[in-house]
């Protein structure tokens, strides 16, 4: 099984980015997907999931409105796109996948990233003027 996410560099305060993560060796379309971020001295978090039975998402309130998740199963492909980049949003991104989630909002944000089943190896982004 391989994540392979990708998208991350530097952009100024404001600005958008688009990430992406490729998924092999695994169906995609039987698994919640999510991203995470880690931040230097800090523990990984939870930003989004989405749902791979109804295409539910949910988000944390400190992205809701600027980041949007989506799906494409066909191209085994999740993504982010993230606009109006503050640089507290600088960190690693991670593309994580699950078996069995992200059924709700409450599921979402008590799901920690131990309970994820793959992972991506990360991208950075750095939001910096």
């Known amino acids: 099984v391989q994540l392979q996410a990708s998208g991350g560099g530097l952009v100024q305060p404001g600005g958008s980015l688009r990430l992406s993560c490729a998924f092999s060796?695994?169906?995609?379309?039987?698994?919640?997907l999510g991203w995470f971020r880690q931040a230097p001295g800090k523990e990984r978090e939870a930003i989004s999931c989405?749902?791979?039975?109804?295409?539910?998402?949910y988000y944390k309130d400190f992205v809701k409105g600027r980041f949007t998740i989506s799906r494409d199963n066909a191209k085994n492909m999740l993504y982010l796109q993230m606009n109006s980049l503050k640089p507290e949003d600088t960190a690693v991104y991670y593309c994580?996948?699950?078996?069995?989630?992200?059924?709700?909002?409450?599921?979402?944000?008590?799901?920690?990233?131990?309970?994820?089943?793959?992972w991506g190896q990360g991208t950075q982004v750095t939001v910096s003027s």
């Open positions: 060796g695994i169906t995609v379309d039987n698994y919640a």
């Open positions: 989405i749902s791979n039975s109804n295409g539910n998402t």
């Open positions: 994580a996948a699950v078996r069995w989630g992200c059924y709700s909002q409450f599921d979402f944000a008590q799901r920690g990233p131990g309970q994820y089943d793959y």
